[in-house]
């Protein structure tokens, strides 16, 4: 029993960074309809920022961490800036082949300026853990995941109690109706793309320090929470919150009583199971705070 | 009677979709007015509509306001120049409550005047007030299309296009429509609006307009059309022999 609540509290831990993303991942969907393929890149590059912040640059964990969430904030601004700002309506399959284009670039910028080589990223809370009522908590994992829960949030007062953030609801429930109101679509897609990825690169730098930091380490983790917003529903946000523990719990738990190997492909059999039974996903489409 | 300002002027418009649908319209509206847009099924009241407001691509042509041309302007600069919709089909935002729906609504107004539209709307709309706290998608028909109207007066437009506001109401609701649009006129708007129930319009309008696959087959005043044996015959079921005299 202690060893299954074990599991399901490191699941719990992983599920609240995959929330992280995936909500990022579907506030991005919902607002511009584009599905993001560069998404996992951005997590990747939260992560090498922070890397390099921290190894060579000797800045202490949490300013690298706000440094390096901006940072890839301001990166993705600039992609929908630059890039993502001309789409029309209806040219889904081109936004694909672009996003997709921009993660290779990602990736490959990365590995040219810092190596393709894995690298481990200590910071003051590595190997420092504490033991609650006879559960062994990990330091570095437990400040990710309150990172995460404090960014979710911040994001959830964001769209109920800000013109912005109502503005983004309304642009992705019905795009016609927020023209006539008067609402400005570049402005509303430029922030909601820049807060998504934001939260991308957040997520990257908290697990820094616990995962080894690489410049592929973006494409597997897209491809899970792609899994993780089906199962939630497509754009939406609690719908990508309780799939993303979901899939955590059941990815820990299943890793630890089996294989690893299983635990990889937990998602995806759960995302049939749920296509099948719910097509539209546990929660529908619309961003619903 | 003075001459009224023109506030609206159509010039040789083409507007559609990926081809035109709607073709070489011109029209001066003046201030203060109300028209009828009519014309049958898939004539292009719509998209006409729908054209006046950057919501719809516009091929050629020139669209004034107040003499100057707006006809490459965004919906959310066209808001902000006084002009104001409730198209076809639902606009309100279905997960949000009525009271988010009607803060979206005063969208381009400041803090306090968005507080002033709010309570102004209310007022003229009472049903309103007791589903503040209720998702717009949850709300009957009827009371999604007043959300609607009050989501588009709240910014105090000048220029109000209505598309068939009186669709899928009761004669009682349709009447109340009509008597709302000739108390707006009342207020100095100009309102344009595409209506089925063309005897009800025309009755409240000043002027009318008439498209036809796309192009102008009449327009005049509201009276004339009334009386004009082709359109009693198109649109109000009047026996041919006896319309012609
Ligand atoms: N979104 C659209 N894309 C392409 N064609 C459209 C669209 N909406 C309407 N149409 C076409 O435009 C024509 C006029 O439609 P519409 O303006 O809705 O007419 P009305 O309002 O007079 O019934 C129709 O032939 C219709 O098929
Ligand atoms: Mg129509």
Redesign the pocket.
């Known amino acids: 029993m202690e060893f299954f609540i074990q599991l399901v509290i490191n699941g719990l831990m992983l599920g609240m960074v995959y929330a992280l993303i995936a909500i990022g991942l579907s506030l991005i969907f919902g607002v511009l309809e584009i599905v993001n393929f560069a998404h996992g890149h951005f997590y990747m590059l939260g992560a090498t920022v922070l890397a390099a912040l921290v190894t060579s640059a000797g800045i202490g964990f949490f300013p690298s961490l706000v440094i390096a969430t901006v940072a890839v904030g301001v990166v993705g601004y600039l992609v929908y800036v630059v890039l993502l700002r001309h789409f029309r309506e209806g040219e889904f399959d081109r936004g694909i082949i672009l996003t997709i284009g921009i993660g290779m670039v990602l990736q490959n910028g990365v590995a040219y300026l810092f190596g393709s080589s894995s690298r481990m990223v200590d910071t003051s809370l590595s190997f420092v853990s504490w033991d609650v009522a006879g559960f062994f908590v990990d330091a570095q994992r437990t400040v990710a995941v309150l990172v995460g829960a404090v960014a979710i949030a911040a994001l959830y007062a964001v769209l109920t109690f800000t013109r912005i953030g109502k503005a983004m609801r309304a642009f992705a429930q019905n795009r016609e109706a927020a023209f006539i109101v008067g609402i400005r679509p570049a402005v509303i897609a430029g922030i909601a793309v820049a807060i998504g990825i934001a939260l991308a690169g957040l997520a990257g730098a908290a697990l820094a320090p616990v995962f080894a930091v690489h410049p592929a380490m973006g494409a597997p983790i897209l491809f899970k929470v792609f899994a993780i917003i089906i199962i939630g529903g497509l754009g939406s946000l609690p719908g990508a919150l309780v799939a993303s523990l979901l899939i955590g719990v059941t990815e820990s738990v299943v890793g630890g009583y089996s294989s690893v190997a299983l635990q990889d492909a937990v998602a995806f059999m759960l995302m049939i199971v749920v296509l099948l039974a719910f097509p539209a996903g546990l929660f529908g489409k619309g961003i619903r705070v | 009677m003075p001459e009224k300002k023109v506030i609206l002027e159509l010039q040789d418009m083409c507007v559609g979709y990926s081809e035109p649908i709607v073709r070489n319209v011109s029209l001066k509206v003046e201030e203060n007015t109300i028209w009828s847009l009519i014309g049958g099924n898939g004539a292009g ?2 998209t006409l509509l729908k054209s006046l407001f950057g919501l719809t691509r516009c091929f050629s042509g020139t669209l004034l306001l107040d003499g100057a041309p707006i006809q490459n302007l965004s919906p959310a600069e066209r808001v902000r120049k006084g002009m104001g919709i409730v198209p ?1 089909g639902r606009c309100n935002f279905p997960l949000m409550s009525v009271r988010e729906n009607l803060e979206m609504g005063a969208y381009t107004l400041s803090h306090s005047e968005a507080k002033r539209a709010m309570e102004r709307v209310l007022q003229m709309f009472p049903v309103l007030r007791q589903k503040l706290g209720e998702s717009a998608g949850n709300l009957s028909g009827g009371e999604q299309q007043i959300l609607e109207t009050a989501m588009a007066l709240e910014t105090g437009p000048r220029v109000l296009l209505l ?2 506001p009186s669709l899928g109401l009761s004669p009682k609701m349709q009447q109340e429509v009509f008597e709302n649009v000739e108390s707006l006129r009342g207020e100095g708007l100009t309102v344009i609006m ?1 209506e089925q129930n063309i005897l009800g319009s025309l009755m409240i309008s000043d002027r009318a307009f008439v498209l036809d696959l796309g192009t102008k087959l009449m327009e005049g005043a509201a009276r004339e059309v009334l009386e004009d044996p082709k359109i009693k015959v198109a649109f109000l079921g009047a026996d041919p022999e006896e319309a012609v005299e």
């Open positions: 009241k719509s076809q598309d068939e595409a």
